[in-house]
C-alpha cells in the first residue's frame, strides 16, 4: 500500500495538518472531497487546521488506500504538550509566536535541550515568586527565543548572539520600545537573574509608625502571618486591591496624571535626591546592583540646576 505522510505545519499563521503522498488518482480524489481543504503551493501540500476532528476525517477517507505515517505529528503533539504544562494553570494558554513565524516552521518545534531550559526558567520565575502576569510575560518572550533558534542550545549563545538577536528584533521585528524591554528583562533573567525579589531594608517613618500601631490595635493581624492580609486569612493584600485605593487616594487628592503604584517608586527617589541625599545611598534603598539603573529613576528638575554653582564663580579675578 502507498505511504501517506501526516505532518505538522505552520502555515498563513495558523496549525495545520499537511499531506504528502505519491502520486495516486484515488488517495488524491478521496482527499480533495475533504471538506475545507486546500492546497498550499509554498509547500505544495494539501492541508486542513490541526484538530482532532479534521484528523479522524483524513484518517476515515484514507485508510483504506494508504498505510498512515504520523510519527512526526505524534512528535509534535508530545512536545506541544510538554511546553504547555510549563503554562500556569491559572492563566489562558499563551501562544509562543506573536511575530509570524519562519515560513514552514512550527512554534512549539523546541529540541529536548531547550525544552529543558524553558522548565528550569519558569522553575525558577516560580520560586523566586514572580506574580503570575511577570511569569507569563517572561515566558512568552522567552519562547520567542526559543522558536527562533530551532536546533541551537540557548545555552550556547553569546554575549553577541544576544546583542545580534536583540538588533534583530528591533530592526527586523519592529517591536516597540515598551515590547523590546519586555524580552531584554526576560532574557536577562534567564542569563544573569540581573533583578528583584531582594530583601530591602527601608527607613521607617516616625510618623508612619504611629499610624501603623494604631492600625494594629484596630485590625489585629497575626504575628506570624502578613501585616496587611487580604480578605482571605493568610493571604497578602492583592495587587489589584491596592492599585484601586491607589486609585481612590489620586482622585481624592485631584490627580488626574496618569500613575501606577511603581510611580512611588520614583517619587521616593526623586524627593530623596531634591533633599541632598547622597545617590549610592539611594541605590542601596531600592535595592539596585547598578548605578545606571538608579539613575534612570533620578529627574533632575531645572530648579536644582539653578542652583549648581559655575566653577568659573571659584575664579578670584584680578
Avoid at 484515488?26 to 484538530?51: C, F, M
Avoid at 492600625?215 to 487580604?230: D, I, N, Q, T, V
Avoid at 496624571?257 to 530623596?272: D, I, M, P, Y
Amino acid at each position: 500500500m502507498q505511504i501517506f505522510l501526516l505532518w505538522p505545519l505552520f502555515h498563513r499563521e495558523q496549525e495545520v495538518l499537511a499531506a504528502d503522498f505519491p502520486k495516486d488518482r484515488e488517495i488524491e480524489l478521496a482527499v480533495r472531497k475533504l471538506k475545507g481543504v486546500k492546497w498550499t503551493q509554498t509547500h505544495r501540500s494539501w492541508y486542513l487546521p490541526l484538530n482532532r476532528d479534521n484528523y479522524q476525517r483524513i484518517v476515515q477517507a484514507v485508510k483504506p488506500m494508504a498505510t498512515l505515517d504520523c510519527e512526526r505529528l505524534k512528535q509534535y503533539l508530545e512536545k506541544r504538550k510538554q511546553v504547555a504544562a510549563t503554562n500556569l494553570q491559572s492563566l489562558p494558554e499563551v501562544r509562543p509566536a506573536l511575530q509570524k513565524p519562519i515560513a514552514g516552521t512550527i512554534p512549539w518545534q523546541l529540541t529536548t535541550e531547550n525544552l529543558a531550559a524553558l522548565h528550569r526558567f519558569m522553575e525558577t520565575l516560580k520560586l523566586k515568586a514572580y506574580s503570575p502576569s511577570t511569569i507569563k510575560t517572561y515566558r512568552n518572550e522567552f519562547l520567542q527565543l526559543l522558536h527562533l533558534l530551532k536546533q541551537k542550545p540557548v545555552d550556547a549563545l553569546t554575549t553577541d548572539d544576544l546583542r545580534r538577536y536583540f538588533v534583530y528584533c528591533f530592526e527586523k521585528l519592529k517591536l516597540t520600545e515598551n515590547t523590546l524591554h519586555s524580552r531584554i528583562n526576560a532574557l536577562k533573567f534567564y542569563f544573569e537573574q540581573a533583578k528583584g525579589k531582594k530583601d530591602r531594608v527601608v527607613v521607617l517613618s516616625p510618623v508612619l509608625l504611629v499610624m501603623l500601631r494604631e492600625y494594629c490595635k484596630a485590625y489585629k493581624p497575626s504575628k506570624s502571618g502578613y501585616l496587611f492580609e487580604s480578605l482571605t486569612k493568610g493571604e497578602p493584600y492583592g495587587t489589584r486591591s491596592l492599585q484601586l485605593v491607589m486609585a481612590a487616594a489620586k482622585r481624592k487628592a485631584g490627580i488626574f496624571k496618569a500613575g501606577s503604584v511603581h510611580a512611588l517608586r520614583h517619587s521616593f527617589a526623586t524627593q530623596l535626591l531634591d533633599k541632598g541625599t547622597d545617590v549610592t545611598m539611594i541605590m542601596k534603598l531600592l535595592g539596585h546592583n547598578d548605578i545606571k539603573t538608579t539613575l534612570r529613576y533620578l529627574h533632575v528638575t531645572n530648579r536644582d540646576i539653578l542652583h549648581v554653582l559655575s566653577p568659573l564663580d571659584d575664579l578670584q579675578l584680578t
